[in-house]
């Protein structure tokens, strides 16, 4: 039986810029505080003089996948929720879908790229990144993640053994912020720049497949 949730405009009581910026702060630490603490921990392997050859050659593993996971997540977060050139600026396609690749080389769903290159409006490059990195949580079990269309108007399907759409997702994407927790900031922050450029964002889910979309006005 298929579920859709229409998502609609931000609400007026959105949080203030301080308190958003501030969950938006804890969910990127929250997403880094695994792969560094991976590093600490290799780095304390080899600190030790008393492990043997096959110990610090797994210290070693740990490190270097912790790093590069370390690696994707800041790169994916600069582009996903910095600056990114300033006002009416563009970002370039290829550079989303690279940042996505890196993402996705630490999740278990696999990333099918669709779209074109070239360059695009940062406020639908961002909802891009923010609903593609939350297409993979909806698949934690593995699978795929489609992303096709345009990026004026644009689907996110993500299928695998398990598919879920958690209610606070929902809640966030429709612009409702009342007892938002730190981990769908990125996605209450996709709904109002998609709110400021006059498009919006749907979600919809069955058994087999999570459909997350984003239509910008042109």
Known sequence: MSQSQPIDPPKDDDLDALSLSALLSSRVCHDLINPVGAIG????????PSMDGSMREAAQDLIRSGAAKAIALLTYARLAYGAAGGHGAQISL????????????????????????????K?????????????????PRGGS????????????????????LQDDLVKALSGDSSDIAPKFAPAL?????????????????DDEKVVLAATFKT
Request: aromatic share 6%; net charge negative; proline share 1%.
């Open 94 to 121: 290829e550079d989303a879908k690279k940042v996505l690749t890196g993402i996705y080389d630490t999740v278990k769903p696999d990333l099918d790229w669709r779209l074109g290159d070239g360059f695009a409006d």
């Open 145 to 164: 993640v489609v992303i096709d269309g345009t990026i004026d108007n644009f689907t996110i399907t993500a299928t695998g053994k398990k598919v879920l």
């Open 41 to 48: 921990s290799g780095l304390e392997v080899l600190d030790d």
């Open 123 to 139: 406020e639908n490059v961002k909802v891009l990144l923010v609903l593609a990195y939350s297409a993979a949580e909806c698949v």
């Open 189 to 205: 922050i996709a709904s109002q720049l998609a709110s400021e450029k006059g498009g919006h964002i749907t979600a919809t889910k």
